[in-house]
């Protein structure tokens, strides 16, 4: 089962935001996930799904993600630190 990252408008203007660095480590850890055979394994399902259905834990950092099982595709529709993230 593999899947297909997408970033969507808001996930990339959230990571223009972020220090340069920052914004490395979290795409190398993407392109990790992406690669991985099930993917999904790495994800926590949100609680509250309004914002997204899961997220990926990347450090500090959290990438809220929206799935099309269908299409094999992760939206990733957010990204920011944990502390602001889920306000």
């Known amino acids: 089962m593999v899947y297909k990252f997408v970033l969507t ?17 979290i795409l190398k850890k993407l392109i990790w996930f992406e ?6 394994h790495y994800a926590k399902r949100l609680r509250e799904p ?10 500090d950092y959290r990438a809220i993600a929206l799935i099309n099982h269908k299409q094999k595709r992760i939206e990733i529709v957010q990204i920011g630190h944990r502390r602001e993230i889920y306000l």
């Open 35 to 40: 690669k991985q055979s099930e993917p999904l």
């Open 50 to 59: 309004a914002a997204g259905d899961v997220r990926f834990r990347i450090g």
């Open 9 to 25: 408008k808001q996930a990339a203007t959230d990571l223009r935001s972020l220090e340069k660095e920052t914004v490395k480590r």
